[in-house]
C-alpha cells in the first residue's frame, strides 16, 4: 500500500451499491477505502491499515459509483430533445444523417464535443463507449476531449457504406483505410483513458465486405466492437430482406466475424431478440445496451431486460443520445424501470419490471464489466465514485434510508446535487 | 381598455401555445398582450390600440401557457420519488395512508406543505387540483398557503369512510359534517384563487352513504368534484366486488350523484375505461386528468389518450405525485408521450401515440378548461404565461425553430429555466 499515492484515500459518508442485479448494499455511514485508484472495500468501521489515508469528509452525503453510460452519439448530442414525433427509420434521415454529416467541418465539431464533453463531465456519468461520426478527424478530436475530461471511455469512428445519403456514405474501401489510419492515431496519441471501438453503424448501412474488413481490424488491433442489435420492427423487417441469409439479425454480425467471444462486444438496444438470437448474444458473451428511453421516444418498444438477466446474459444501461433526450444516467435508470412496468403491464406478465435494484444494477455493475471490474465500491473495483448532496432535493421526511435516499436521487436529482466526482481514483471534481 | 391597471402589459418574445389537441401555434417573434388579467392575443406586430401599454422586452425568450396540473397529491410531495417498487394497493397501505396520518399534527403539515407550495410555485404550474388529507384543520392551512402562493387552484379535504388503516378512517356522519365545517370555513376566509373542491377518495374507500352524502354538499354548495377512476387492474377488481351492482366503475359515482353533467368533475387516471364507461364520462362532462407517470410507476399501465380526445372527451394532464415522482408538467408532457408510445408499440397499435402537440395541449388548453377558459395565449383566456430561457440549455445549433425549442425543454428543462410566471396576469416572479 504506497500511503502518498494522489488516489489512495477514503470517503465517509452513505454508501450504497450494487451486490448483484437483485440487491443493493446500503450503509448509513462508512467508509469506502481507494487505493492507488483501486477499491479496498466499504466499512461502517475504519480498518487500522488504512487509518493514516486522507479522509474527504462527507457525513450525510450520499456516495455511490459513478454510472455507467454503454451506448451515446456524440454527435447527436446537439438535437437531443427534438423531432421525437418519428420513428427509427424517418428519424435517422430526417434528423441524424444531416447533423452527423456536419462534423466534416472541424470547427463545427468541436464547438458541439466541446459542449458533449462538458455534459458529460458534470454529470453522473463516470464512465462511457461513445459513437462518433465517419469522420477520422473529427473522431480523433472527440477523443482529446474526452482524454482532457478525465471520464473513461470507447470512442468510436463510425463506418457505413450503403443506405446513407450521399453526402455522408463512405466507400468501402476507403472506409477500411480511413480506420486503419484513425487506429493508428489513436495509438499514436497514447491515451491513458480513452481507448478506440470499432463502430460499424448497423446492418443496413454495412456491406458484409466493411464488416469482414472490420471483423479483421479488430483482431489486428485488438480492439472491441460497438454495434446496433433489434431496435426498431421496421428496422428488423429490413434487415430480414437485405440479408435474407441469416438466422437472426445478430447473426449478419456473426457471419460477419465481428461477434466473437474473445472480441469484447457491445450491442444497443435488443428490444425483439428472440431466442436464436438470444442464444448467440450469451455465446458470444456480448454486452447488451439497454437503451430505455431511445427505445421509447422511437416507438421501437421495450427490452426484456429482467428475462436477459435471468437467462445469464450481461447488460448495462444506455442513455442513447439522440435517441434518448437526455445524457443522464439517473435519467436513464428511471427509463428503465418506467419500460419494464408498462412491458409488464402491457405485454407479458410474466417477465416482471425492473426493481430500482435491478435498473440500478444495470448503470453501474452491469455496464462497467466492459472495463473489467467497475460500477461498484466493491474491493478490487477501479475506483469511480460520486459524492451526492441528496437532501438538497427538499422533503419533510427525516427518516429515510439510504436506499430510499439513492431512489429518490434517481427521480428528483439531476447534476446540481452532485458535489464530487471520482473517476479511478482520480478526482474531476 | 384600463391603461394603468398593474394587469395589462406585452410581453415580447418567442411565443408558443396550442391551436388544438393536434396543432402548435408558433411566432419566432412576437406579442402577447395582457389587459386586465386576460389575454388580447398575440400578434407579430403590436397592434396601434396596445402601443401605450408597458413592455416586458423579453426578447429571444420563449413565451408559453402556464402549465395545469389536474391531479396532485400535496401530503404525499414528502415522500415522492421513493418506494416506487410497488404496485398502487400495496403502495398505498405502505406509504400514502402512513404519511398522511401524519397531518393530523398541523406543525408538521405547515412543514411539508410548505415545501410543497414553494416547490409548485417556482416551477412550471400555475394552476393545479389538489387533494390535501383528511384533516379539516391541516387542509385550510395548505389553502391559506396556497392562497399566498399566487397559484389559482382547487384544494380539497379527502373523504374516505372504509378500507383505510384505523387512525386515518373517518365515520361517514363526522366525515360529512367536517366537510361542511371545511366548506364554510373556506367560504368565510375568502379567497380570491383557492377554491374548495369536494374529494372522495376513490369508491374503495368511500361508501355509497358518504358518496351521496357528499353529492348532497357538491349541490349545496356549488362546489365540484374530483376522485379517483379506473387505474389499477386490481383496483378495478376491487371495485367490482365492493360494488356489484354497477355497470362500470364510474357508475359508482353516477349512482351516488357526484357525476352530474351540472356538477364539474375531474376524475384521475382512466386507464382502463371500457365503452360503457367512456360513454358516461363525456355525457357528464368529465375532465379525465391523465396522470402518465403515476401510471407507469404503479404499473397500472397507460391510458388511451388519442383515443379519448377523438371521441371528444375532456382531457388534462396531472403529475399526481407521489405516484408520479415530480411535480414537473414538463416531466409530465414527456411521460405522457412515453406512455402513449409504448401503448401503442405494446398493446394497441390501432391508438396512435401523443404527439409533442398532442401532449402539450393537454397541458395547457385541456386541463386549462377547468377554470374555463386557461392554459393559452389566444385573445379572452386568463392570461398565465411562462418566460423561459431555453437557450441556457446547451446547445450547438443555431437555426432550432421555437417548436423545436419547447419540445426540447419539455424534455430536458426545469424550474431553472423559468426566468418569469404570470397567473391571471399578476406577475409571480
Not at 451486490?19 to 467508509?31: G, I, M, R, S, V
Not at 461520426?133 to 473513461?152: C, I, N, V, Y
Request: proline content about 4%; charged content about 25%.
Amino acid at each position: 500500500m504506497n500511503e502518498t499515492h494522489e488516489n489512495s484515500f477514503v470517503l465517509h459518508g452513505s454508501v450504497i451499491y450494487s451486490k448483484n442485479a437483485k440487491e443493493l448494499c446500503a450503509f448509513e455511514d462508512a467508509y469506502a477505502v481507494c487505493i492507488n485508484g483501486i477499491s479496498a472495500g466499504v466499512f461502517e468501521k475504519l480498518p487500522e491499515a488504512y487509518r493514516p489515508l486522507p479522509v474527504v469528509e462527507t457525513k450525510g452525503k450520499l456516495i455511490m459509483p459513478g454510472l455507467v453510460d454503454l451506448h451515446i452519439h456524440a454527435p447527436q448530442y446537439s438535437f437531443r430533445g427534438t423531432g421525437m414525433d418519428m420513428e427509427l427509420l424517418p428519424w435517422l434521415n430526417t434528423y441524424v444523417f444531416p447533423e452527423e454529416a456536419k462534423y466534416s467541418d472541424l470547427s463545427y465539431a468541436e464547438k458541439a464535443y466541446r459542449l458533449f464533453t462538458d455534459d458529460l463531465r458534470q454529470g453522473a456519468t463516470a464512465r462511457a463507449c461513445i459513437f462518433a461520426t465517419s469522420h477520422k478527424e473529427a473522431t480523433l478530436r472527440l477523443m482529446e476531449m474526452l482524454e482532457e475530461s478525465g471520464l473513461e471511455t470507447f470512442a468510436g469512428k463510425v463506418n457505413m457504406d450503403r443506405n446513407v445519403p450521399d453526402d455522408y456514405v463512405e466507400d468501402t474501401g476507403e472506409s477500411l483505410k480511413q480506420t486503419k489510419e484513425w487506429l493508428d492515431a489513436v495509438n499514436q496519441a497514447a491515451f491513458r483513458r480513452t481507448r478506440p471501438i470499432l463502430t460499424p453503424r448497423f446492418t443496413p448501412s454495412c456491406t458484409r465486405a466493411l464488416m469482414t474488413g472490420l471483423a479483421e481490424l479488430a483482431k489486428e488491433y485488438g480492439v472491441p466492437v460497438q454495434s446496433h442489435l433489434s431496435e426498431n420492427p421496421s428496422e428488423i423487417e429490413w434487415v430480414k430482406k437485405l440479408e435474407p441469409d441469416i438466422s437472426c439479425y445478430a447473426d449478419s454480425y456473426k457471419q460477419s466475424g465481428l461477434m466473437e467471444k474473445d472480441i469484447p462486444c457491445i450491442m444497443a438496444h435488443c428490444v425483439w431478440s428472440d431466442d436464436t438470437e438470444t442464444a448467440m448474444l450469451k455465446e458470444n458473451n456480448v454486452l447488451i445496451a439497454h437503451s430505455p428511453e431511445s427505445n421509447i421516444n422511437l416507438c421501437s418498444g421495450a427490452a426484456p431486460m429482467t428475462k436477459y438477466l435471468e437467462l445469464g446474459l450481461k447488460a448495462g444501461l444506455a442513455s442513447d443520445v439522440a435517441g434518448g433526450s437526455t445524457s443522464s444516467m439517473f435519467s436513464a435508470i428511471r427509463a428503465a424501470i418506467h419500460a419494464s412496468k408498462l412491458r409488464f403491464r402491457l405485454y407479458e406478465e410474466t417477465v416482471r419490471p425492473l426493481t430500482f435494484a435491478g435498473a440500478f444494477y444495470l448503470a453501474t455493475k452491469g455496464g462497467g464489466a466492459f472495463w473489467g471490474r467497475a460500477g461498484s465500491l466493491e474491493e478490487g473495483y477501479l475506483f469511480d465514485a460520486l459524492i451526492i448532496d441528496d437532501m438538497a432535493i427538499p422533503t419533510a421526511r427525516e427518516d429515510l434510508t439510504v436506499s430510499e435516499r439513492a431512489e429518490r436521487m434517481v427521480y428528483l436529482g439531476d447534476e446540481r446535487q452532485i458535489k464530487g466526482k471520482y473517476v479511478s481514483g482520480r478526482r474531476l471534481f
